[in-house]
């Protein structure tokens, strides 16, 4: 496992330990290996979501694909038991 090192300002450490001593974390380095996880996560996601942002610019969808696409979620949504 590979250590990184960082600094971060008084504030910051603070609202790491109250999380650390809420249980939301088990560590400072929890917390860190956390938020790492969160950022590269979110950063992908970004990623995934423009590119099919691209795609349905590129080859939007067809009226007859929206059509069909709604039919089948009122379809789902009626089957539901709510």
Same mark, same amino acid.
């Not at 069909?68 to 038991?81: K, L, Q, Y």
């Given at each position: 496992? %590979?250590?990184?090192?960082?600094? %971060?300002d +008084?504030?910051?450490?603070?609202?790491? +330990?109250?999380? %650390?001593?809420?249980? %939301?974390? +088990?560590?400072?380095?929890?917390?860190?290996?956390?938020?790492?996880?969160?950022?590269?996560?979110?950063?992908?996601?970004?990623k /995934?979501?423009?590119? /099919?942002?691209?795609?349905?610019?590129? /080859?939007?969808?067809?009226?007859?694909?929206?059509?069909?696409?709604?039919?089948?979620?009122?379809?789902? /949504?009626?089957?539901?038991?709510?």
């Amino acid at each position: 496992m %590979v250590q990184l090192v960082t600094r %971060v300002d +008084d504030a910051t450490a603070q609202a790491v +330990d109250r999380l %650390v001593a809420e249980g %939301v974390v +088990d560590s400072r380095s929890d917390a860190v290996r956390r938020g790492l996880a969160l950022l590269v996560d979110t950063h992908d996601r970004a990623k /995934i979501a423009a590119a /099919i942002l691209r795609g349905y610019t590129l /080859i939007p969808q067809t009226d007859e694909e929206a059509l069909w696409a709604n039919d089948a979620a009122a379809s789902m /949504i009626a089957e539901e038991p709510w």
